[in-house]
């Protein structure tokens, strides 16, 4: 069965960071392009980052540019995103996704699996 993971969210204080995983089982990730997205109550889901499937081409959201990171690795079957700086507007669900296809983009209906989500809370 194929899964998608998340880890790593919580409650963190403005100005901290926190990383992200996203753990693939039932299929290997070499074939797919993956995104991180995220939804904050009462909005519509966002992109926030993505990678091609061979990690060699990323792409950010304006908003988290010079503050996140994403990166993967195939051996590990697993994709991360780094995030610095945080802020309260960074504050969501997040969601990893994965897209069968080389390049990745930031548009939500362009990708075909999806994990259940983790909280992202920055506040003091």
């Known amino acids: 069965q194929l899964r998608l993971v998340e880890s790593g969210g919580g409650l963190v204080q403005p100005g901290g960071s926190l990383r992200l995983s996203c753990a693939a089982s039932?299929?290997?990730?070499?074939?797919?392009?993956m995104g991180w997205f995220r939804q904050a109550p009462g909005k519509e889901r966002e992109g926030v980052s993505c990678?091609?499937?061979?990690?060699?081409?990323?792409n950010y959201a304006d908003s988290v540019k010079g503050r996140f990171t994403i990166s993967r690795d195939n051996a590990k079957n697993t994709v991360y995103l780094q995030m610095n700086s945080l802020k309260p507007e960074d504050t969501a669900v997040y969601y990893c996704?994965?897209?069968?296809?080389?390049?990745?983009?930031?548009?939500?209906?362009?990708?075909?699996?999806w994990g259940q989500g983790t909280q992202v809370t920055v506040s003091s």
């Open positions: 996704a994965a897209r069968y296809y080389t390049y990745c983009s930031l548009t939500p209906h362009e990708y075909n699996y």
């Open positions: 039932g299929f290997t990730l070499d074939y797919y392009a």
């Open positions: 990678i091609s499937n061979s990690g060699g081409s990323t």
